[in-house]
């Protein structure tokens, strides 16, 4: 009941922003939101909650349904993997291919479907692989042409292998909306989960699966064949949104959260005929900030440094002549 009363009395006026309800990218996702001061509280089992500080409502789904959701316009914006938004349009792909074989014409009253990439957010970096037996002999894509492949992928799988079907003969030109409505001589198999059991249990010849760190696909005797999307987390929004102000207002927020994530400040002490120097070794996003000291011929530095070069910075910052080199965390920044 306080679920349908939030879902028909508060969300009218609010912009609605999908998240991960669980797996590998709703703790990143989460750490996001805080960084961006998107204030929220939400209840046990409840999927809406409204954030106190912005009009905005979050919407906590499963990843593989946001980018309907955000496609279609029922939600503004949100936080989903790249892998997720393919198979979303690959799915959109075979359903024109549907309506244009069977010559069924298309609305013309409905809004602009689909989705736009906002951001990149630099986790739950992924692979989707084809995968089949380490000890088996099929060791390219097109080996497993015929057979029978298991995935919770189904769209994209289906274009892969429509490509190599194609290709096999000898047509190397077909657009997707082509691939998409081909009929296969390759059996996809949609699994819901535990994939990488498919081919152990006699279900398939071999699968379409994502890959992390590696280590499931091993132990279930798999080895990766060929990649069919490198994916991480992407902020999208619809082609509509209700609020694009808004729309813009998170993306900057997040934006700075994800470049204070990447970035330390450097500051140092150098003599003024060093600096030279020294700014080809911390040349900042745009430029170092540079104040003269009260001491004749010395300067303070400060620019940003990517975090993963500190070390290596400050030990060529040394070798000029730099003193004093203290280095800051960013919890947040704006601008490019």
Known sequence: MAQEL?????????????VPK?????SASLNLLEGADIQFRRENRLDIALVKNLPIALIFLPAADIPTF?????VDIGITGYDQV????????????????????????????????????????????????????????????????????????????????????????????????????????????????????????????????????????????????????ILIKSKSPSNPAMVDLIAARIGGVITAQKYVLCQYNIPRTKLPEASKITPGKRAPTVTSLEEDGWVAVSAMVEKKRIAPVMDDLTLVGAT???????????GS
């Open 70 to 74: 955000v496609g279609e316009g029922r």
């Open 86 to 233: 393919q198979e979303h349009d690959a799915g959109v792909r075979a359903l024109k291919s549907a309506r244009r074989l069977s010559n069924e014409a298309p609305d013309e009253n409905t809004k602009p479907q689909g989705c736009e990439t906002v951001l990149e957010l630099g986790f739950g970096a992924c692979r989707l692989q084809v995968q089949a037996p380490a000890k088996g002999a099929y060791a390219e894509g097109k080996d497993l042409i015929g057979r029978n492949i298991g995935t919770s992928f189904v769209h994209l799988a289906q274009e892969y292998f429509a490509r190599l079907e194609l290709e096999q003969e000898g047509i190397t030109n077909g657009d997707s909306v082509h691939l998409a409505g081909r009929k296969l001589r390759t059996k996809i198999i949609e699994l819901s989960g535990s994939v990488e059991a498919a081919c152990a249990l006699g279900v398939a010849d071999g699968i379409v699966d994502l890959v992390e760190s590696g280590e499931t696909m091993k132990a279930a005797g798999l080895a990766a064949i060929d990649t069919v999307v490198e994916s991480s987390a």
């Open 324 to 334: 004093d080199i203290l280095v800051l965390d960013i919890h947040n920044t704006r």
């Open 22 to 26: 669980k797996g590998r990218l709703l």
């Open 6 to 18: 939030i879902s028909l009395q508060s969300l009218e006026g609010r912009l609605l922003f999908a």
